[in-house]
């Protein structure tokens, strides 16, 4: 079946302006996650979406970013006022539930989307 | 504050030799553990996990040790293959903390023919 998508693959922006990434998790995957991966770094944790519940935004660098999960399903991460230190690969998983974490917890990572603020 | 630590950048294996791959941690709350798998211009992949509960669990040709003690864990390989070579990420998951990872810095791994 189709896996996590995002889109676009890659962008380029300027300093100061606002970017969208798009993320298409799994079809009934129920929990969205959000990472970004900087130069040279791991994996950073941005947000988390499971079902209809309040997002969990602890990983958030700055109130300059912002993600929203429409439906349920697609999901939009908003950085606004871009900075060249924003400059990463952001990562969208997707998992099919919350709770005990066991092997229907693992989660599926899309291809990423590189961000390059000039 | 790193709480998932990978201090090997990068590891080069012949084929068919072993790769370890290691792993330390801080967080003590951490009870599930995973190992994924990047190759380049990809999203990781997973690989193999390990619950707290247990300190082995195996997977064809991976394995994942775990050392609750020494808060430590490692990816064994073997035998490695150059379709091996890729990034590897080590991540962690708190009981507490819902099911966000929280990952390694990775290691890349090399296996030569």
């Known amino acids: 079946g189709a896996g996590v998508s995002q889109s676009p693959s890659n962008k380029v922006t300027e300093k100061g302006k606002d970017v969208e990434l798009r993320c298409d998790p799994i079809s009934g995957h129920t929990a969205l996650y959000w990472y970004r991966q900087s130069l040279g770094q791991g994996l950073e944790f941005l947000i988390y979406f499971q079902g209809n519940s309040a997002p969990d935004k602890s990983g958030l660098p700055s109130d300059r970013f912002s993600a929203e999960r429409t439906g349920g399903s697609v999901s939009t991460l908003t950085i606004q006022r871009t900075q060249q230190e924003d400059s990463a690969v952001y990562l969208c998983?997707?998992?099919?539930?919350?709770?005990?974490?066991?092997?229907?917890?693992?989660?599926?990572f899309g291809p990423g989307t590189r961000l390059t603020v000039l | 504050d790193q709480q998932v630590k990978q201090n090997s950048p990068s590891l080069s294996v012949q084929e068919g030799r072993i790769s370890i791959l290691n792993c330390d941690y801080t967080n003590s709350m951490f009870d599930y553990f995973l190992w994924y798998k990047k190759y380049p211009a990809e999203g990781p992949t997973f690989l193999i996990s390990i619950s707290s509960i247990k300190d082995k669990n195996e997977d064809g040709r991976f394995t994942v040790f775990l050392n609750k003690s020494a808060k430590h864990l490692s990816l064994h390989i073997v035998p490695s293959q150059p379709g091996d070579s890729a990034v590897y990420f080590c991540a962690a998951v708190s009981k507490n903390a819902g099911n966000m990872l929280t990952f390694g810095g990775g290691t890349r791994l090399m296996v030569k023919p």
């Open positions: 998983a997707s998992s099919l539930a919350r709770g005990s974490v066991g092997r229907t917890d693992t989660q599926y």
